[in-house]
């Protein structure tokens, strides 16, 4: 499937953002679509993912302040994120890979056979 993501900016520390993606009007109803994302200099890294039964994983970094979910349709996966931090800054992908993944897999970027294009996330302090 094809990835679209949007809705990347520049935010201050503490506000928020919401990050979309779809796969050109296809369900992902039977797949696992995650986030990842890419600081500058660093390696891409997990940041959360949906499993094709609506159940959902978080790294860390990110619990308790980002959160993943589908839209009635699940056509659209979107990835809310409040309490932004200077660190959260860098590219953010959506990824899919089809099926319910188990969580250890869910991390491993080379599962997941879809991307979407990166949208930016600029926070400042």
């Known amino acids: 499937v094809q990835l679209q993501a949007w809705g990347g900016g520049l935010m201050q520390a503490g506000g928020s953002l919401r990050l979309s993606c779809t796969a050109s009007g296809r369900s992902f109803s039977s797949y696992t679509v995650a986030w990842f994302r890419q600081a500058p200099g660093k390696e891409r890294e997990f940041v959360g993912a949906?499993?094709?039964?609506?159940?959902?994983s978080y790294a860390e970094p990110v619990k308790g302040r980002f959160t993943i979910s589908r839209d009635s349709t699940r056509t659209t996966v979107a990835l809310q994120m409040n309490g932004l931090k200077p660190e959260d800054t860098a590219v953010y992908y959506c990824?899919?890979?089809?099926?319910?993944?188990?969580?250890?897999?869910?991390?491993?970027?080379?599962?997941?056979?879809?991307w979407g294009q990166g949208t930016l996330v600029t926070v400042s302090s």
């Open positions: 949906i499993r094709s039964d609506g159940s959902t």
């Open positions: 990824a899919a890979a089809q099926g319910r993944l188990i969580t250890s897999r869910l991390r491993n970027s080379q599962v997941y056979d879809s």
